[in-house]
């Protein structure tokens, strides 16, 4: 059982930038992929930027100039750097980690609480 807590969310004007953090903890585990997705109102769950294990990123097109995806393997936590933000990217950021349970012997992926991130015009 793992437990995803995020953080860094909040109010920041356009062109602003926020930086999201999302640290993992539990028992014995390897975590594979990590990810970011979000939500606006009205709207589905979207991919915004996915990180292999190795460190090889994957954005969505609305986002691949502005943000960027990084994972510190030590302290099992992904982040999201997010500059020029825009309006459009108001939504609830949610962090996704798929992983290996040694306990169980299974792979299972684990979510976020997720956190606002709201960007006034």
């Known amino acids: 059982q793992v437990q995803l807590v995020e953080s860094g969310g909040g109010l920041v004007q356009a062109g602003g930038s926020l930086r999201l953090s999302c640290a993992a903890s539990g028992s014995i585990f390897s975590i594979n992929a990590m990810g970011w997705y979000r939500q606006a109102p009205g709207k589905q769950r979207e991919l915004v930027a996915a990180?292999?294990?190795?460190?090889?990123?994957d954005y969505a097109d609305s986002v691949k100039d502005r943000f960027t995806i990084s994972r510190d393997n030590a302290k099992n936590t992904v982040y999201l750097q997010m500059n020029g933000l825009k309006p459009e990217d108001t939504a609830v950021y949610y962090c996704?980690?798929?992983?290996?349970?040694?306990?169980?012997?299974?792979?299972?992926?684990?979510w976020g609480q997720g956190i606002q991130v709201t960007v006034s015009s």
């Open positions: 996704n980690f798929d992983y290996w349970d040694y306990v169980s012997d299974k792979n299972f992926g684990s």
């Open positions: 990180i292999t294990s190795g460190g090889l990123p």
